[in-house]
């Protein structure tokens, strides 16, 4: 199919900015081959290049009442598909440098001997509090893992809310003396 000149890429513009959908698809067809060809001078997947393409005639359609070409369409098209090839070259360098990030910051942070730290930190815990009196253990239990608030403990235990308090304070000594090698990580899980 034979180009148009810019007396007939005018009349094609002007076609398309009325919704045209003829126009559109006469550009398709004149445009679509060379220009996944051209984009598959910088990109070596022809379905990266296809998809680049299409996208490139959808913001088109997309944008036909208000785009506005300074130059010929042809050279607008060749110049769209350069860009968007750019624009994935970017996004393919970030893409990389988060999953190189990621995959250091995994190595670093997650792995197995901190895994089995922070098993050790429940074993431990679990241990430590069945040292506790069982007061000061039920109290604790309800106010730190089942979220309880001393006024509903109170209420549950049938005691003052002090009491409550004075009860989970002394099972949290108990434990800290008893879990002080785990210091850090009982910060973390909200055992002060």
């Given at each position: 199919?034979?180009?148009?000149?810019i007396?007939q890429?005018?009349?094609v513009?002007?076609?398309l900015?009325q919704d045209?959908?003829?126009a559109?698809s006469?550009?398709?067809?004149?445009?679509y081959t060379?220009?996944v060809?051209?984009?598959g001078n910088?990109?070596?997947?022809?379905?990266a290049?296809?998809d680049?393409v299409q996208s490139?005639?959808l913001k088109?359609?997309?944008?036909?009442?208000?785009?506005?070409?300074?130059?010929?369409?042809?050279s607008?098209?060749l110049?769209?598909?350069?860009?968007?090839?750019?624009?994935e070259?970017?996004?393919?360098e970030?893409?990389r440098q988060?999953?190189?990030?990621?995959e250091?910051?995994?190595?670093?942070?997650?792995d197995t001997?901190?895994?089995?730290?922070?098993?050790d930190l429940y074993?431990h815990?679990?241990?430590?509090l069945?040292?506790?009196?069982e007061?000061?253990?039920?109290a604790?239990?309800?106010?730190?893992f089942?979220g309880?608030?001393?006024r509903e403990?109170a209420?549950?235990?049938?005691v003052s809310?002090r009491?409550?308090?004075?009860r989970?304070?002394?099972?949290?000594e108990?434990l800290?003396?008893?879990?002080?090698?785990f210091?850090?990580?009982?910060?973390l899980i909200?055992?002060?």
């Amino acid at each position: 199919m034979r180009k148009p000149d810019i007396q007939q890429e005018y009349f094609v513009l002007s076609a398309l900015k009325q919704d045209s959908q003829e126009a559109f698809s006469l550009l398709f067809r004149t445009y679509y081959t060379d220009l996944v060809l051209f984009c598959g001078n910088f990109i070596k997947d022809k379905s990266a290049c296809e998809d680049i393409v299409q996208s490139i005639f959808l913001k088109l359609w997309n944008d036909r009442k208000s785009i506005q070409i300074e130059t010929s369409l042809k050279s607008y098209l060749l110049k769209s598909v350069r860009n968007s090839c750019f624009d994935e070259f970017r996004h393919l360098e970030i893409v990389r440098q988060y999953e190189s990030d990621y995959e250091n910051s995994v190595l670093d942070c997650y792995d197995t001997e901190n895994y089995v730290l922070y098993s050790d930190l429940y074993d431990h815990l679990h241990h430590a509090l069945e040292q506790v009196p069982e007061q000061y253990r039920e109290a604790f239990v309800m106010n730190r893992f089942e979220g309880l608030k001393y006024r509903e403990i109170a209420v549950k235990l049938n005691v003052s809310e002090r009491t409550v308090e004075v009860r989970v304070s002394k099972a949290l000594e108990i434990l800290r003396k008893q879990l002080k090698d785990f210091f850090m990580l009982l910060l973390l899980i909200g055992i002060p």
